[in-house]
């Protein structure tokens, strides 16, 4: 029999069971932030996110466990597909699970070979070449070498030249990773294919993801063109909807295949798989730059064209990039959290992050990436046709753009003398002024003595006054595109 002591300890326990289950729900994170940001509408992200269904990647908590995600969203309805090859995979893929991945709720790693990473499984993208494509063609060496290899891939890659190599492998992958994608995963509405090198900001692409209609025909990317057909540039990430998903792959079984001796004779893989998705679903790319972009901080051209702009993609970031920038991640979302009315990141943070604590007048042996316009002395030496077409006729010149060859200080005050659309940042070297209409932080460059030492410089006070007129973005300008 219970007595009524007994009972009354059941009931205590039971209670406290309930608050220590409610709590725990509340401080473990996600689900339980209260986030504007990530309402849907409709087709977004829906309701607390549900138990991983599918076989999860690796062997992370999932990210609705994990103390480190609070903060961040999680759909259940966006994949990351990220590419990469064997010869690159160890030194990307790592700093990719331990930062921008780690909060991703599911996600797919497309190589040239099969492998595992820290538990993670790595697929082969090229596991279904057609023989015909594969015979004879030296395009597959590097593919035979890593198979065939007994150590380490760096170790027997040293009889090659696997940056080459990996080049002309990689136009075969991408329509077989999206055949692979859409057989292990038919259930997703977005998928977004990414490099290694590509950094995602995940809660910028779920908001806007959460905005659009995935059962429209949609793909979206930084257009580039290769003899006049436009397609999405793969560095910088593009995103298939499932519509398109299912009428390129759903609705045609062994597309990936027809593709490859396509791919054999074509420069790039992002090309072919554009090329497929206009002849069997009949989609083409929507521009959506500078949301999704393909420059990384220390190359974003900062200006009116790239300002209240949030940001998707970047580019080429190396392990150190991508971990640095994945902290300034962090630090901002938790403040726009704190401050009760989140907002996305837009460009503009990244300038005032990056390249404004930086802003100097002069910064020896650095490239600022100026090449707007050109000032040389035409007599001095013959010019490449690159910097005559960037020219200014010479009477059009005020008096210190007549001189503006001579020095780097000349250089410098002839930019200040002309309006900011004309001119906010210069670099000098070797006889040519460059000045540039936005400003970009740059990089070092290798030290070299007099007139050929290169100097950049910024027009700190015309960058100072129109960064300080334009420090609140009114109006978040999302790309142009109808859901
Ligand atoms: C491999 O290619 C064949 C022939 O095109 C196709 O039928 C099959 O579905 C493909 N397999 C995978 C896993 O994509
Ligand atoms: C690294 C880089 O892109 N450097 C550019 C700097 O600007 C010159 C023109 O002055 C370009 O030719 C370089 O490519």
Redesign the pocket.
């Given at each position: 029999m219970f007595t009524r002591k007994s009972i009354t300890i059941a009931l205590c326990a039971t209670i406290s069971l309930l608050l220590l289950l409610a709590t725990s729900r509340r401080l473990g994170g996600w689900a339980a932030v209260d986030d504007p940001l990530y309402q849907s509408d409709g087709h977004g992200p829906h309701g607390p996110p549900p138990p991983p269904e599918h076989n999860a990647p690796g062997p992370r908590p999932h990210p609705s466990k994990n103390p480190e995600c609070a903060g961040y969203p999680i759909p259940d309805n966006i994949l990351v597909v990220m590419k990469t090859g064997a010869s690159e995979s160890f030194n990307r893929v790592p700093t990719q699970l331990l930062t921008v991945l780690k909060c991703v709720p599911d996600f797919l790693i497309f190589s040239d070979m099969e492998q595992k990473i820290g538990g993670y499984q790595v697929y082969d993208s090229l596991?279904?070449v057609?023989a015909e494509a594969m015979e004879g063609n030296s395009d597959f060496d590097l593919y035979r070498r890593q198979k065939a290899c007994p150590v380490d891939v760096e170790g027997c890659n040293k009889q090659g030249n696997p940056a080459t190599e990996g080049w002309n492998l990689d136009k075969y992958k991408n329509v077989?990773m999206a055949?692979?994608t859409y057989?292990l995963r038919p259930d997703y509405d977005w998928y977004v294919f990414v490099d290694a090198d590509t950094y995602v900001l995940w809660p910028n692409l779920v908001q806007w993801l959460g905005k659009l209609n995935p059962n429209k025909k949609h793909y979206l990317g930084s257009v580039t063109l290769i003899q006049g057909f436009s397609f999405g540039h793969g560095g910088s990430g593009y995103i298939v909807s499932k519509a398109s998903m299912k009428a390129l792959v759903g609705e045609n079984?062994?597309v990936?295949?027809?593709y490859d001796l396509r791919a054999k004779r074509e420069c790039c893989g992002d090309y072919v798989f554009a090329l497929a998705l206009k002849d069997n679903a009949d989609v083409s790319v929507e521009q959506m730059w500078p949301t999704i972009n393909g420059e990384k901080p220390a190359t974003l051209p900062f200006g009116p064209w790239h300002w209240c702009h949030p940001i998707v993609t970047m580019h080429h970031m190396n392990s150190e990039e991508i971990n640095t920038f994945w902290e300034f991640e962090r630090r901002f979302r938790k403040e726009q959290l704190a401050s009760g009315n989140p907002r996305p990141l837009l460009i503009k943070d990244i300038y005032h992050e990056y390249l404004e604590p930086k802003l100097k007048r002069e910064q020896l042996d650095w490239d600022n990436k100026s090449d707007d316009r050109f000032y040389v002395d035409l007599a001095a030496k013959k010019w490449d046709d690159g910097t005559l077409h960037r020219m200014k006729k010479s009477e059009e010149y005020n008096e210190l753009e007549k001189v503006a060859h001579r020095s780097a200080s000349d250089c410098e005050a002839a930019c200040k003398s002309l309006p900011p659309d004309d001119c906010v940042q210069y670099k000098y070297e070797d006889g040519k002024c460059a000045m540039h209409k936005s400003f970009i932080l740059g990089k070092p460059v290798p030290k070299k003595e007099g007139a050929q030492q290169t100097i950049s410089g910024w027009d700190v006070e015309k960058i100072k006054e129109w960064t300080e007129k334009e420090k609140v973005c009114n109006k978040i300008q999302w790309p142009n595109l109808e859901s």
């Open positions: 596991s279904n057609s077989h055949e692979q057989k079984p062994g990936g295949q027809r």
